[in-house]
């Protein structure tokens, strides 16, 4: 089974700033990772696939990159409501298709 | 337009069996390729794969829970249903229901979540 480990479990964040969060497998996914983020209370919403196209209707603040075994979700400048939790999943070998433990961001 | 929806009890005691219904819209399940899986999240936790049905009838599980589940579908009603053996307060979380497909493999539509309580 594919471990994905996500960091940092936590990013404090200023509105307008950048905001990098890593994902990490531990054997190569290909580019078969995709991103979600999480609201309190909501459901996840998909954001990126293929590493680094948005889904549908995702702003272009949002930017996946990475192969293989180690990628990147860059938000380029902080809006209120991207405030969340975000996960990233593999889809290269399953079952299972495995979630990291998230990463929170968090106004600073 | 895509939606789904779970429904199923609320609470459910210990060693209890758990039965959750998935009823969606906007595509069909007899289409090639087409899935839908389930997938857990404990309270404050991350969120955790279940199992997947696909339009043939193929079916997977999560090998942790896999002597405990079953998933099953009916294609003319539109609804997946998934049955969990021998609950334990562990099993408490917010179940989902989202749609997939076995050459996209992401879940691209989720349903809202169905909270179940494991409590005596």
């Known amino acids: 089974e594919i471990v994905m480990t996500q960091s940092p479990a936590t990013l404090s964040v200023s509105p307008g700033e950048r905001a990098t969060l890593s994902c990490r497998a531990s054997q190569s996914v290909s580019s078969n990772l995709a991103w979600y983020q999480q609201k309190p209370g909501q459901a996840p919403r998909l954001l990126i696939y293929?590493?680094?196209t948005r889904a549908t209707g995702i702003p272009a603040r949002f930017s996946g990159s990475g192969s293989g075994t180690e990628f990147t979700l860059t938000i380029s400048s902080l809006q209120s409501e991207d405030f969340a939790v975000y996960y990233c999943?593999?889809?290269?070998?399953?079952?299972?298709?495995?979630f990291g433990q998230g990463t929170k961001v968090e106004i600073k | 337009q895509v939606t789904l929806r779970e429904s199923g009890p609320a609470l459910v005691k210990p060693t209890q069996t758990l039965t959750l219904t998935c009823t969606f819209s906007g595509f069909s399940l007899s289409t090639s390729g087409m899935c839908v899986s389930w997938i857990r999240q404990p309270p404050g936790k991350a969120l955790e794969w279940l199992a997947l049905i696909d339009w043939d009838d193929d079916k997977y599980y999560s090998t942790s829970l896999k002597t405990r589940l079953t998933i099953s579908k009916d294609t003319s009603k539109n609804q997946v249903v998934l049955t969990m053996t021998n609950m334990d307060p562990v099993d408490t979380a917010t179940y989902y229901c989202a749609r997939t497909t076995v050459v996209t493999a992401y879940f691209d539509y989720w349903g809202q979540g169905t909270l179940v309580t494991v409590s005596s």
């Open positions: 293929g590493a680094s």
């Open positions: 999943q593999q889809y290269n070998n399953w079952p299972p298709r495995t």
